[in-house]
C-alpha cells in the first residue's frame, strides 16, 4: 500500500484546508484510514480515523473543525479543515490500518501500518 498526501500549505488563522491521501496497492487490505500529525518538539498525535464503513472518529482539539472522508472509489481520504488554528501547525500524515486500531478514538500510531510522508500544513496568526 502507497500513501501520498497533497493540499497542505500556508494559510492565515480561520481560513480552510482541505488534505488529499490518494492511496494504492492491496488497497482492499485497508480497514481504517487515519490521519495524524506532528508539530515541531512534540510527539505525533491523532487527528481523526474513518473505517471502511464509513465510522468517523476525531480528537476533540478538532471535533467540529475537520472533517474526514472517504471515497472507496477513488481510494481517496481528505481532511476537510475548517476554522484553522495555530496550533494546528504541523505536518500532516495519512495512514492505513488493516484492522480497526484498538485505542479509542484514532488509535495508536503503532497500530498503523502504512505511512504517506506527510504534508505540511502552516496557520499564520
Known amino acids: 500500500v502507497q500513501l501520498v498526501e497533497s493540499g497542505g500549505g500556508l494559510v492565515q488563522a480561520g481560513d480552510s484546508l482541505r488534505l488529499s491521501c490518494a492511496a494504492s496497492?492491496?488497497?482492499?487490505?485497508?480497514?481504517?484510514m487515519g490521519w495524524f500529525r506532528q508539530a515541531p518538539g512534540k510527539e505525533r498525535e491523532g487527528v481523526s480515523s474513518?473505517?471502511?464503513?464509513?465510522?468517523?472518529t476525531y480528537a476533540d482539539s478538532v471535533k467540529g473543525r475537520f472533517i474526514i472522508s472517504r471515497d472507496n472509489a477513488k481510494n481517496m481520504v481528505y481532511l476537510q479543515m475548517t476554522s484553522l488554528k495555530p496550533e494546528d501547525t504541523a505536518m500532516y500524515y495519512c495512514a492505513a490500518a488493516l484492522s480497526m486500531p484498538g485505542a479509542w478514538p484514532i488509535g495508536l500510531d503503532g497500530e498503523y501500518d502504512y505511512w504517506g510522508q506527510g504534508t505540511q500544513v502552516t496557520v499564520s496568526s
Open positions: 496497492g492491496e488497497i482492499a487490505m485497508i480497514y481504517t
Open positions: 474513518i473505517s471502511k464503513n464509513g465510522l468517523a
